[in-house]
């Protein structure tokens, strides 16, 4: 077999995914074996995923921030100042709670083990309240540390 980029070269490597021949010039650019094409759809893929996480946190955080004015906002309030600290406390607390609860839920999805699988109707009912209210507890935590970590990994994927 030959490579499929250089086809005068001898394949030493096949690509991971599409399992087309690669030389060693080619089998040697990336840590593993895989091709170029394959490669960049990784990327893409990874950037939709964090794309899509960043896009739920901001949803969950301007929910959050509407519940939380909502609940706790002085809108009636005369004093400008009243007003505006309560817009202020709503948007850091009800937007980081919104942001902070996706965050959460994806790293609890992350390190949950697939033994819940088998549960019946109640148990992932039970399943579900526990794994929300343990996603803001961890969220609070988790949500400036995975903006960190997609914001480092966006970056670097611009940079390939």
């Known amino acids: 077999m030959n490579c499929f980029n250089h086809i005068k070269e001898n394949a030493v490597a096949s690509c991971q995914d599409c399992q087309k021949g690669l030389c060693t010039t080619c089998a040697s650019l990336f840590s593993f074996p895989i091709c170029r094409d394959c490669n960049k759809r990784r990327q893409q893929s ?18 959050g921030y509407y519940l939380f004015s909502q609940f706790f906002g002085h809108h009636d309030s ?5 007003r505006t600290f309560s817009v202020v406390l709503s948007v850091l607390f009800g ?8 965050a959460g839920w994806k790293t609890l999805t992350y390190i949950t083990p697939s033994v819940f ?9 039970i399943y ?18 995975r903006l960190l970590l997609h914001t480092r990994k966006l970056l670097s994927l611009k940079r390939l």
Do not use: R
């Open 95 to 102: 937007f980081y709670a919104g942001g902070a609860l996706v």
């Open 128 to 145: 579900f309240i526990v794994k929300f209210l343990l996603s803001i507890a961890v969220g609070v935590v988790m949500f400036p540390v």
């Open 46 to 63: 990874e950037k939709k995923a964090i794309y899509k996480e960043l896009f739920l946190m901001f949803v969950f955080g301007c929910v």
């Open 117 to 125: 699988l088998f549960l019946p109707l109640v148990g992932w009912g």
């Open 78 to 82: 005369a004093n400008l100042k009243t």
